[in-house]
């Protein structure tokens, strides 16, 4: 059974295969989900991954339901791995969106349908498939292209980092002290042929870079770090004087939603350099293309 638990969970050459399937005409992907549906269950709030992910498997011919912890209470009511094998009864996939990772690890576990890991607090790697896409768009190729990440290192950052990796971009990483990747972090990277640039200052990992990516200082689930989060990235905010630093044509990335004034300037996402919503709208189109693999790979 293949899952997609973290981007590297794909090879380099299927990685490809989903973007490519991402960018296919409807009618190209048939509906190989005629008839059957997938289980969509929601830990944290969404707007963007619930959306996008319902009307990917609607296009290919599905049928959503989405569920929220309070419906299922698994732990208390019943374990993740027995939720996992009921639904397989009735679903030909399931996506998470959960705070802990070890709970798309649980529902992983029975290998009874595929899982999809719609977000934990680890990565994202449903995102990086929209940001990559994005990229690859805007470049026709993203192999020797220059990443630029610009504070936390969180989930989606980390996610987007091994996704660089993947494609053969290079990649730069603008975190305050202790926000930044750990030895972990670097080691599997390396394992994927890349060494990241790390910087303190925002505007030297930036300088020639040909796209340059932010998120809020304050992820879900971090709320009472906020004022101290805030002091830390002092500094850290995407404007013009970021842009103005990397290449002419660079494009300018936020997974949303964005907290203009804070993380980014109104100027930069707002601008001729932004593709924040053109991001988001791949998000169906790359969930679409990756379910598409997905039931190919493991029929």
């Not at 912890?69 to 027995?82: A, H, K, T």
């Not at 009921?86 to 030909?92: I, N, P, S």
């Not at 999809?116 to 190729?141: C, F, I």
Request: aromatic content about 6%; hydrophobic content about 45%.
């Amino acid at each position: 059974m293949r899952h997609f638990l973290e981007v590297d969970d794909l090879s380099r050459d299927e990685l490809v295969d989903v973007l490519d399937r991402s960018e296919l005409p409807l009618e190209a992907l048939g509906r190989p989900l005629e008839g059957r549906g997938m289980a969509l269950y929601f830990e944290k709030p969404s707007l963007r991954t619930r959306h996008s992910a319902e009307m990917a498997v609607v296009q290919l011919g599905g049928h959503p339901l989405t569920m929220r912890r309070d419906e299922i209470s698994p732990g208390s009511r019943e374990p993740l791995d027995d939720i996992a094998r009921v639904l397989a009864g009735y679903h030909a996939l399931l996506g998470a969106r959960v705070f802990e990772h070890a709970a798309v690890e649980a529902l992983a576990a029975p290998n009874a349908i595929p899982v999809v890991n719609l977000l934990s607090e680890l990565s994202h790697p449903v995102q990086t498939l929209a940001d990559l896409l994005t990229m690859r768009q805007e470049w026709g190729s993203l192999a020797g292209r220059t990443l630029c990440w610009v504070g936390d290192f969180n989930n989606v950052a980390r996610s987007l980092a091994l996704g660089a990796a993947l494609t053969s971009m290079q990649v730069r990483l603008a975190c305050p002290p202790g926000f930044g990747p750990t030895d972990a972090d670097l080691d599997r990277l390396a394992g994927h042929e890349c060494v990241p640039e790390v910087f303190s200052r925002p505007e030297e990992a930036a300088k020639g870079a040909d796209a340059v990516h932010t998120d809020v200082f304050t992820s879900m689930g971090f709320e009472a770090e906020a004022e101290a989060r805030n002091r830390a990235f002092e500094g850290f905010q995407v404007d013009d004087r970021i842009m103005d630093a990397a290449d002419s044509n660079a494009v300018f990335l936020h997974c949303l939603p964005a907290h203009r004034g804070e993380e980014v300037s109104a100027s930069v996402a707002d601008g001729p350099q932004s593709r924040i919503f053109l991001q988001a709208h791949n998000r169906m189109h790359s969930f679409r293309g990756l379910l598409s693999w997905l039931l190919e790979v493991n029929s």
